[in-house]
T-cell receptor, first 111, second 117 residues
Framework: DQQVKQNSPSLSVQEGRISILNCDYT??????FLWYKKYPAEGPTFLIS???IKDKNEDGRFTVFLNKSAKHLSLHIVPSQPGDSAVYFC??????????WGAGTKLIIKP | GAVVSQHPSRVICKSGTSVKIECRSL??????MFWYRQFPKQSLMLMAT?????????EQGVEKDKFLINHASLTLSTLTVTSAHPEDSSFYIC?????????????FGPGTRLTVL
């Protein structure tokens, strides 16, 4: 049973436009949600998190929205830049600090 | 932000040998460290969770005698792949979470690419 789902394996966006990466989850006990960015052959880099008691968190070009009733979160990147091309993982964190990962979405920013 | 390092970044070894991978938290005390393995085209798989000073908790299907984890201090955890075989070749990543302001986030190391010949 996949507790965290990223249904889009890949996403292509024009440079300068908004990138929206989606994530759905089934476990209502997650305390936090985190987004990570990963380049090939490197470890994931933490991007932004959101507490389950909030519905929005913003950090520069990155904003994460959480809709608890729909069990859905999204990461918005605006404006998208070529360096944003990477694989993005969303993860839910439970009270034991365990991360449950989605399968990732490959974001391609076109010049 | 918090920094986690891994050493070595790449290692090549012969089948049957053992390889040790270090994971260090550089500027915070890591009360809990996690070890992940990444398979090609798949997301990360959690192998084990270790708390400082206690035995690691392994995920189902992970051989604890093959993947030895030691978390002897608040800044260092090691993963030893014993009697490595080609199927153990993978990308191993550690992460750490700690006290104070670092308790609600995992900070990841850069990963170690293991190739077993």
């Amino acid at each position: 049973d996949q507790q965290v789902k990223q249904n889009s394996p890949s996403l292509s966006v024009q440079e300068g436009r908004i990138s929206i990466l989606n994530c759905d989850y089934t476990n209502s006990m997650f305390d936090y949600f985190l987004w990570y960015k990963k380049y090939p052959a490197e470890g994931p880099t933490f991007l932004i998190s959101i507490s389950s008691i909030k519905d929005k968190n913003e950090d520069g070009r990155f904003t994460v929205f959480l809709n608890k009733s729909a069990k859905h979160l999204s990461l918005h990147i605006v404006p998208s830049q070529p360096g944003d091309s990477a694989v993005y993982f969303c993860a839910g964190m439970d009270s034991n600090y365990q991360l449950i990962w989605g399968a990732g979405t490959k974001l391609i920013i076109k010049p | 932000g918090a920094v986690v390092s891994q050493h070595p970044s790449r290692v090549i070894c012969k089948s049957g040998t053992s390889v040790k991978i270090e994971c260090r938290s550089l500027d915070f005390q890591a009360t809990t460290m996690f070890w992940y393995r990444q398979f090609p085209k798949q997301s990360l798989m959690l192998m084990a969770t270790s708390n400082e000073g206690s035995k690691a908790t392994y995920e189902q299907g992970v051989e604890k005698d093959k993947f030895l984890i030691n978390h002897a201090s608040l800044t260092l955890s090691t993963l030893t792949v014993t009697s490595a075989h080609p199927e153990d070749s993978s990308f191993y990543i550690c992460s750490a979470t700690g006290t104070g302001g670092f308790y609600n986030e995992q900070f990841f190391g850069p990963g170690t690419r293991l190739t077993v010949l």
